[in-house]
């Protein structure tokens, strides 16, 4: 498959009998969820990303990746869902986000000083 048909996949790297694919998703589609298309070596398929898909989860098509090293059927491909994050915002996006956090309740970080408290 050329890389340039998907010019924002990385094929990461063939692990034994499975390949490895960086697909990035945009903030919108990670939080809600979305249907997306990812290449195969044998075309297309689409993927199911569940709402609230965190960098870094992984979901795997079975079969579909190389041939094995024995010989025997076809490894799988599994595709590592990263978050897009622009580098920058327009005044436009700016304002979406700080909407967007002030209907987000809690500090994410929180958690981690509860745990230090209840450890001393």
Same mark, same amino acid.
């Given at each position: 498959? @050329?890389?340039?048909?998907?010019? &924002?996949? %990385? ?6 009998? &499975?390949?490895? *694919? ?26 199911? *990303? ?8 992984? =979901?795997?098509?079975?079969? #579909?990746?190389? =041939?094995?090293? &024995?010989?025997?059927? %076809? ?6 869902? *990263?978050?897009? *994050? ?15 956090? =002030? ?14 408290? #209840?450890? @001393?």
């Amino acid at each position: 498959m @050329s890389s340039r048909a998907w010019p &924002n996949l %990385r094929f990461s790297k063939r692990a034994a009998d &499975n390949l490895e *694919v960086e697909v990035p998703l945009s903030i919108p589609e990670a939080l809600q969820g979305a249907v997306i298309e990812v290449p195969t070596l044998n075309g297309s398929k689409r993927l199911r *990303v569940a709402p609230g898909t965190k960098h870094g989860t992984v =979901q795997r098509l079975r079969g #579909e990746g190389p =041939q094995r090293l &024995n010989g025997k059927g %076809r490894g799988d491909i599994h595709y590592r869902f *990263v978050i897009d *994050v622009p580098a920058s915002l327009s005044p436009e996006q700016s304002e979406a986000v700080d909407k967007l956090s =002030q209907v987000m309740n809690g500090d994410p970080r929180a958690r981690l000083f509860a745990a230090a408290g #209840e450890a @001393s």
